[in-house]
Nanobody
Framework: VQLQASGGGLVQAGGSLRLACAVTGTIFSRDVMGWYRQGPGKERGVVATITISGKTNYVQAVKCRFAISRDNAKNMVYLQMNSLKPEDTAVYYC?????????WGQGTLVTVSS
């Protein structure tokens, strides 16, 4: 399985970005897809996850601003980020969790200027 993230960039506070993750390989029904981020001087942490049935979970800091979605037919996962804040600045990673194993994409940098 390979994951390829894209869509990062520089945006002003209050702006929006949409990240995309292309998954090469088979996605099984129990695989959970997600987005994680690692800000400057911080540890990597979960942002949002989504199951194949569409059940989502978000970290409190992004609730009502970010939306994770997936297109199972295209093997794509998206993260729509609205009302971006400088504290959202981070490298964002696409993730697949299969049983006890994590697969990671290469990361895409999001920079939010104040």
């Amino acid at each position: 399985v390979q994951l390829q993230a894209s869509g990062g960039g520089l945006v002003q506070a209050g702006g929006s970005l949409r990240l995309a993750c292309a998954v090469t390989g088979t996605i099984f029904s129990r695989d959970v897809m997600g987005w994680y981020r690692q800000g400057p001087g911080k540890e990597r942490g979960v942002v949002a996850t989504i199951t194949i049935s569409g059940k989502t979970n978000y970290v409190q800091a992004v609730k009502c601003r970010f939306a994770i979605s997936r297109d199972n037919a295209k093997n794509m996962v998206y993260l729509q980020m609205n009302s971006l804040k400088p504290e959202d600045t981070a490298v964002y990673y696409c993730n697949m969790r299969r049983a006890a194993k994590d697969y990671w994409g290469q990361g895409t940098l999001v920079t939010v200027s104040s």
